[in-house]
Nanobody
Framework: QVQLVESGGGLVQAGGSLRLSCAASGGTFSSYAMGWFRQAPGKEREFVASITWIGITRYVDSVKGRFTISRDNAKNTVFLQMNSLKPEDTAVYYC?????????????????WGQGTQVTVSS
């Protein structure tokens, strides 16, 4: 069983930056594809970014060039660096993990979720 704990959310003005972290435990971190999803009020949860076990990345079009996903397998941690934030990025951000040795970064979620961290971008 994999446990995921997010941190780093908060309130930021438009144009600002935040860095989310997700610490994983309970599994072999390097065997998991990791991802970030978000859910805004009244909307469905959506894919934001993912990274394979060897560091190949994938992003939703709306965050390309602004967000960067990365991982540190030695520290069992995945990060989401968010720059040039916009009010429409406001949402609860969830860390996700799924067992995968594929070189294709997934857009579909894996089996494990964190509890979420709130990101609010003011205009």
């Amino acid at each position: 069983q994999v446990q995921l704990v997010e941190s780093g959310g908060g309130l930021v003005q438009a144009g600002g930056s935040l860095r989310l972290s997700c610490a994983a435990s309970g599994g072999t971190f390097s065997s998991y594809a990791m991802g970030w999803f978000r859910q805004a009020p009244g909307k469905e949860r959506e894919f934001v970014a993912s990274i394979t076990w060897i560091g190949i990345t994938r992003y939703v079009d709306s965050v390309k060039g602004r967000f960067t996903i990365s991982r540190d397998n030695a520290k069992n941690t995945v990060f989401l660096q968010m720059n040039s934030l916009k009010p429409e990025d406001t949402a609860v951000y969830y860390c996700n993990a799924g067992f995968s040795r594929s070189t294709m970064p997934p857009a579909a979620p894996g089996n494990y979720w964190g509890q979420g961290t709130q990101v609010t971008v003011s205009s």
